[in-house]
């Protein structure tokens, strides 16, 4: 049975992605805890991070902190958090949020937000991403976690 997160790799559920390269996808969560909250999925189900191989787990770090890079340049933050829980989809998936204080890496702060807060979101991360240099792992559109 497929994950949600392989659903949304996919294409067969909506997504907005903000990186993509052979091992991994960046999403934006529809529950964020802060504005620009996204996850760090690899293409592969691993059902906890711990599964997967050592080099897909440092490559998910690597992502993680390029995202939080970027989440304190595009929202102005002191800084990125992360979060590894997995328990409430089981698919290794890295929670990368910005931070002005520790409340703000709360799950009771996740909320629905509304799509145009997550877009507006996704694309100020994605700026942010390609003016560090990182165009290539920048999806062409949005909702496609597709390589270009």
């Not at 929670?95 to 520790?102: G, W």
């Not at 507006?120 to 390609?130: I, Q």
């Not at 990182?134 to 270009?148: F, I, R």
């Amino acid at each position: 049975m497929s994950t949600v997160f392989e659903k949304i790799i996919s294409g067969e559920f909506p997504g907005r992605f903000e990186w993509a390269d052979e091992v991994c996808v960046a999403f934006s969560t529809i529950e964020p805890m802060a504005p620009g909250h996204v996850l760090v999925v690899p293409r592969h189900p691993w059902a906890k991070w711990t599964d997967a191989p050592e080099e897909v787990a440092t490559h998910l770090m690597v992502v993680a902190r390029t995202i939080g890079l970027a989440q304190e340049a595009a929202f102005g933050v002191p800084r990125s958090g992360l979060v590894i829980a997995g328990f409430e989809v089981p698919h290794t998936h890295l929670h990368v949020v910005p931070m002005r204080s520790e409340a703000d890496i709360a799950f009771a702060n996740a909320h629905p937000a509304p799509d145009e807060e997550l877009d507006r979101a996704a694309e100020a991360l994605r700026s942010a991403l390609r003016a560090a240099g990182h165009g290539e792992q920048v999806p062409a559109q949005l909702g496609s976690a597709a390589l270009d």
